[in-house]
C-alpha cells in the first residue's frame, strides 16, 4: 500500500464494550507507533514497537489498553471495557526505524480511527 | 514538570507575516528535532527535522534549536492561508518514540 492504513474510520460503541483498532503500515517499516488525540488537544504516546525488541508501553493509560504487532507488520490496538474518556481520535504511525536514529525522525501517520464511546 | 511545552493558540496573522512558533523541553537525551503540520481532520506530516543544534532552512520555513537553553522554534516567511494548520513540535533521542508537543494552531487569513 501507498501509506498507513487504519480500520475502522470511525467506531461507535457503547460503554463497557471492548473494540479493536487495526493498523497495516507502510511495508518495510520497523517502527510502529499508537497515539491518542482528544478534539483540540495533542498527540498523546500510547506505545511503540521497534523491531524485535520488546515495546516500549509506557503511555498506555490504563490495563484496559493493550497492543500487538504481528509477525512485525499489522498492529492492533484493543481497549476492554471502553469509558466515554477512551472517546477519541487513535492514530497510528511507522517509520523506516532503521539503519540510523534519522530514520525514526520521520514518521507518516494513517488518517486515524475516530471512537466514540456513548 | 511537562516534557514538552508548546503554547496552543490559536494564533492569528495576516498573509505575508512572519510567524515564529516555539517549543522548549526538559529531556537532554533528545537529539532530534522535528516539526509537523496537521491539516485538520489529517495526520501529522513531518515538515523537517533538525540534528543537534543550529539552524536548518527549506524555502520559507526555518527550524532553530538551541540546545543549551532547551529551546526550538519553527519560523515561517511570508506566511500564506495555505499554511493554516496546527503545528507540532516533537523530539526524540534515537531510537526511541517521539515525544510530541501539544500543537500550535496558525490561522493566516488573506
Known amino acids: 500500500g501507498a501509506g498507513v492504513s487504519q480500520s475502522p474510520s470511525n467506531k461507535v460503541t457503547e460503554k463497557g464494550k471492548d473494540v479493536e483498532l487495526r493498523c497495516d503500515p507502510i511495508s518495510g517499516h520497523t517502527a510502529l507507533y499508537w497515539y491518542r488525540q482528544s478534539l483540540g488537544q495533542g498527540l498523546e504516546f500510547l506505545i511503540y514497537f521497534q523491531g524485535n525488541s520488546a515495546p516500549d508501553k509506557s503511555g498506555l493509560p490504563s490495563d484496559r489498553f493493550s497492543a500487538e504487532r504481528t509477525g512485525g507488520s499489522v498492529s492492533t490496538l484493543t481497549i476492554q471495557r471502553t469509558q466515554q474518556e477512551d472517546s477519541a481520535v487513535y492514530l497510528c504511525a511507522s517509520s523506516p526505524g532503521h539503519p540510523t536514529p534519522v530514520m525514526n525522525t520521520e514518521a507518516f501517520f494513517g488518517q486515524g480511527t475516530r471512537l466514540t464511546v456513548v | 514538570q511537562k516534557e514538552v511545552e508548546q503554547d496552543p493558540g490559536p494564533l492569528s496573522v495576516p498573509e505575508g507575516a512572519i510567524v515564529s512558533l516555539n517549543c522548549t523541553y526538559s529531556?537532554?537525551?533528545?537529539?532530534?528535532f522535528m516539526w509537523y503540520r496537521q491539516y485538520s481532520r489529517k495526520g501529522p506530516e513531518l515538515l523537517m527535522y533538525?540534528?543537534?543544534?543550529g539552524n536548518k532552512e527549506d524555502g520559507r520555513f526555518t527550524a532553530q534549536v538551541d540546545k543549551s537553553s532547551k529551546y526550538i522554534s519553527l519560523f515561517i516567511r511570508d506566511s500564506q492561508p495555505s499554511d493554516s494548520a496546527t503545528y507540532l513540535c516533537?523530539?526524540?533521542?534515537?531510537?526511541?518514540?517521539?515525544?510530541f508537543g501539544t500543537g500550535t494552531r496558525l490561522l493566516v487569513s488573506p
Open positions: 529531556n537532554s537525551a533528545f537529539q532530534y
Open positions: 516533537a523530539f526524540t533521542s534515537g531510537f526511541q518514540k517521539l515525544v
Open positions: 533538525t540534528y543537534s543544534s
